[in-house]
């Protein structure tokens, strides 16, 4: 004989599947679930460009940090007066290459680009650190200039800031090595520098030819 199951127990097994239907939602609908998944896409967009922003900013806030510290460390010796160059540390060739008077020089072209092939020894000469103002970029300024050296000859101080050469504004690295390849074609550069907080400018004329022309190595 089949048991027989009382009404009330088959209710109560029936009782958690018809709630489980009453609480189940409805039926999404297509155009509602395209909305949500574009709505979805954007705030991915979203998050993705303030990601880059905030690397950008963090990028911006580290270049800050490291203009301070070469501030710092270069404040007190900026209005010092420069040593002498000792004779062994003077650029071979500089005396006879550069000449300058009354903010203008002369530098002749096959020595520098006998310089210009060396970046290793111009990057010894000299420290040039990004200065921002706003958050933005608005020039170099010249630090642990080497006694001896290119820059100083061309009459470059500790403590200017380079903000344009040729009315080319440096406000990027880009613009730096653009202008750094340049001085291979250009006959002349008025360089644009703020000292101790007034502009001046420096004019270099290049002069003469170089017989044999090289290209430096690019950068990496």
Known sequence: MRPTIPRFARIALI????????CAPPPVDDAAA????????EATTEL???????????AQLDIAAKALQGR?????????????PDASRVVAGLAEAVACRDGRCT???????????????LARQVRLIPTLEE???????LYAIRPGSMVRALGFKNGDLIAAVNGTPLRSTSAALDMYRALRRASRFDVSIVRKGEPEQIVVEVIGADANPSEPPRPE
């Open 34 to 41: 395209r909305e949500a998944r574009d709505a979805l896409a």
């Open 135 to 141: 958050g933005e970029v608005v020039g170099y300024k």
């Open 15 to 22: 009782a958690p599947l018809i709630a489980a239907i009453a």
């Open 48 to 58: 993705r460009q303030a990601t880059v922003a905030l690397e950008r900013a963090t």
């Open 72 to 84: 710092q460390g270069a404040a007190a010796s900026e209005d010092a007066e420069e040593p002498a």
């Open 107 to 121: 530098v002749e072209r096959a020595w520098l680009n006998e310089q210009l092939n060396n970046p290793e020894q």
